[in-house]
Structure formats: C-alpha cells, structure tokens
C-alpha cells in the first residue's frame, strides 16, 4: 500500500508481536506479526515493511505485506486492506506514482516495464541501464546545448541593437550542427535496439522433409534459454523465443514446422513465401543427400536477395550437393553445413547470425541504445526541427522563427523524459503495466 492513510489501514489489519507507535517505527524496518479479519481471527502470519515519505518506490509512505502466498490467502488480505478504506491500484500506480512525484522520469518509469518484459540479458540489461537514468542524462545534455542556442537566439531577439556580443550565425550553425549528430547517432541506436528489444525473426523454411522441424529441435534442445512461448498475433501462430549470445532470435511460424509431423500437412512454398517475406532473417534448410529438387529450386528464388543463410543439412549422409553448388552460390555466400539429426554444425548457424547482425558490436557498455519506438519517433521529430532551424539560418530568415524550432525540439525532448507529456500519452504508458507495480 502506499499513500498518506497507508499505515493507519494497516494498524486496523495487523498485529505486530512487538507493538510500536508508527511514529518510533523508522522506515526500512521490518515488522513480524499476524494479518486479522473484523472477527479478531488470524488471517496470515507475515512481515511487514515500513519505508516512510519520501524514501520509497512512490516516495510516499509505503507499507509490504509478505504473505504466505496462494490464491485465498492474498484474495483475503487484499479485501481486508480494500474494506478497511485502501483503493485497488491500476496497472502501473506505483511507478506512476514515482513518476509523478518526481522520483523517477518517464523515460525511468517506462524502463520498469522493460525490465519486467524482458525475454533476454541484453534486453535486461539495457533496461536496468536505462532505469539508472543513463539515457535520460544524454537526453538532458542534449538538451542543455539546445538551451544554450535559445539564450543566444533570444538575446538577439530581445536586444538587435546590441550586434556585437551575438552569436554569429556561423556559431549557431555549428551549436545545431553538435546536437543533430548527437541526436542522430542516438536515433541510429534504435537498430540495435529493435534487436536487442524484438528479437530477430526469423523463420526456418524449406522443402518437406530437408530437416526443418529436426533443426527446430536441435536449437531448442541446445539452447535451454527458451524464454517464452508467445501466442502469435494470429491466432494459429506460435513464437518461440531463443537467446543466442544474450540477443533473443525470435522464431516465427514453429507451430506450422510442428505440424510436419504430420505428412500430409507439409508446409508447402506458398506458406513459405508468405513467411520469407515477413521475417528479418531466413533460415532456409536443403537436404544435402539429395539432388536440388524444382521445389527447392523455388524455395532459392524466393530467397534470393533476402538476409538468409543457406543450411545444407544431413551432411552425415553421402552428399549430393555442397557449398561449391552454383545454383546456390548465387544466392547467397553464406551456406553452412549441419546434420540437425546429430546436431552438428549448429553454431555455425549462430556465427552467421552473430556477423550478419554484428551482434558482438551491440556493446551497452559503450554508448546508450534507444529500444522504445515513442522515443524513437520523438528523436526523430526533434531532427526534423533542427534542419527546419539550420535552413532558416541559411537562408537569413529572422531569428524569432529560428525560436520557433528549437522550442519544437525541447518540446518533443521533454515529452521523451516526460516534463512535456500530455495525460493521454501517460495514461497509455501506464497501462502497458501489469497491476501492482
Ligand atoms: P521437415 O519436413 O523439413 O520438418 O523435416 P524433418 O525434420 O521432419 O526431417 C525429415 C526426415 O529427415 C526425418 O526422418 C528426419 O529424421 C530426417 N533427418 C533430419 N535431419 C537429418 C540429418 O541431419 N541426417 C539424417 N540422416 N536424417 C535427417
């Protein structure tokens, strides 16, 4: 619970061993006793934290009941604190209390979502670093050199009689300049980050029988890290999520490869194509046995062009066809061989994935990676402003227009870290979170 009447509800429901005044009891101090209902029975036994205003997560005063879990246990300490006079909180309250009591700034408090969500180390990772306030002290720098353009446009308003002093035009320029390649590099950030945040999708696709649904098996049995199973958008589609190097691969459509089992359900090329069209990278499998079939042959037309690695598989067998094959050659320089039956030659397969996405180079130590598409597009809105300025000073248009950009740019920073947000865009954000945090 948290809030100005949170201790008084508590003392109606709790029974401390040791009894003391709420006002002898320092925060950060845990209290052993027993949940009771109206009936003086004993509900629960628990601990109680105490964290007083304003050192706590809502930086109001805050009380945590530990409990014993189970469903009827919570149910019944949650109606207690309900009927003794507490509201039931909205997904996310806490945070947003946080954030509007300015613990924490939006782009903190939308971090603790992340941080929730997330379905890899580095996603993990780059959240933490961004609840530590890493990307909202870049924003604020960015900020600042924007400000210091604003003092010097604003003199120039307010005193044109004063030449001298002013910044050049020429210094201007070379003050927007500064921010756009800051703000730019941070923009650019957002590849990684879609990656580190979304996962590579990639889809496995290939002829019936070339060994899909084994080398489905062979990475899922090898990688234990399966994070989660998705219910896709659509309603038959299921996502599987495996890290490889701490970057989620999301792979799409299994539940079709599933299906393989089955003979007569085969996916077919027109599936494949359909799935080869939407995903990041392909996967697409051959069997190295045999000779390269016509439907293969489509399978590598529709391919060609795409971020696709070629996988000859059952290389335990007498090969037919290998790297050296033109047909394949053609279409892409990058063909690993596997057996997924012996789960050799797997991690080539990762290698690939690894330097085609430079995934080595996702360093979050070295620089702050942007994963949320609002910050993205608000980074984005701010570039588009500073060349809206650069240009009016190129062509000598008034100052006072110039101040009409920049105060655009501050404007689309501010609602990134949430001094400039309107309600609606806060109450979105908040609802993303589960209840209770
Ligand atoms: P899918 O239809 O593409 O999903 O293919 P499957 O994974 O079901 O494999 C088809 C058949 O090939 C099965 O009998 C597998 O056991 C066999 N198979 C798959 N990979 C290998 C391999 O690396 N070596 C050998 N010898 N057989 C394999």
């Avoid at 924003?139 to 002013?166: F, H, L, S, T, W």
């Avoid at 037919?320 to 320089?333: A, C, F, T, V, W």
């Amino acid at each position: 619970m948290s809030g100005d009447d949170c201790f008084e509800i508590l003392n109606k429901i709790f029974k401390a061993k040791n009894p003391e005044s709420i006002e002898n009891i320092k925060g950060y101090t845990i209290k052993y006793g027993n949940i009771i209902d109206e009936n003086k029975k004993i509900v629960d036994e628990v601990l109680v934290s105490y964290f007083k205003a304003p050192k706590s997560y809502t930086t109001e005063n805050m009380c945590e009941i530990n409990t014993h879990g189970g469903v009827v246990i919570l149910r019944n300490i949650l109606d207690l604190c309900l009927k003794n006079g507490a509201n039931l909180a909205e997904p996310g309250e806490f945070t947003k209390r946080a954030f509007l009591n300015g613990r924490i700034d939006l782009l903190q408090a939308e971090s603790v979502i992340d941080i929730i969500h997330a379905k890899s180390e580095k996603e993990a990772k780059n959240s933490i670093n961004q609840l530590e306030g890493h990307l909202s002290k870049k924003i604020n720098e960015i900020k600042q050199k924007i400000m210091n353009v604003m003092v010097n446009v604003e003199v120039a308003i307010d005193y044109p009689e004063y030449d001298e002093g002013d910044a050049t035009n020429e210094e201007l320029l070379n003050m927007f300049s500064e921010v756009k390649s800051d703000l730019t590099r941070l923009e650019a950030s957002f590849d990684n980050g879609k990656i580190i945040k979304e996962g590579i999708k990639t889809a496995i696709i290939g002829r019936p029988n070339a060994g899909k649904s084994s080398l489905l098996n062979a990475i899922l049995k090898e990688e234990r890290a399966i994070v989660t199973d998705i219910e896709g958008t659509t309603r038959d589609t299921i996502e599987e999520f495996v890290n490889i190097n701490g970057i989620p691969l999301k792979l799409v459509d299994t539940a079709g490869i599933r299906e393989t089992d089955n003979e007569v359900e085969k996916i077919g090329v027109v599936k494949s194509k359909k799935i080869a069209n939407d995903a990041d990278l392909i996967i697409a499998i051959f069997d190295s046995s045999k000779d390269l079939t016509d439907e293969d042959k489509e399978i590598l037309d529709i391919i060609k062009g795409k971020k696709v690695i070629i996988v000859l598989n059952k290389i335990d067998l007498e090969n037919k066809i290998d790297e050296k094959n033109e047909y394949l050659k053609n279409i892409s320089d990058n063909i690993v061989k596997i057996s997924a039956l012996n789960e050799t030659g797997i991690e080539n397969i990762y290698d690939k994935i690894n330097e085609m996405f430079n995934l080595n180079e996702i360093n979050l130590d070295n620089g702050t990676v942007i994963t949320n598409l609002r910050h993205k597009n608000l980074i984005s809105k701010a570039i588009e402003n500073v060349n809206k300025a650069e240009e009016t000073l190129e062509k000598g248009m008034p100052t006072d227009v110039i101040a009409i950009f920049i105060k655009d740019i501050l404007e689309a920073l501010g609602e990134i870290t949430g001094e400039e947000v309107t309600e609606n865009i806060i109450n979105e954000i908040f609802a993303r979170f589960c209840l209770g945090k």
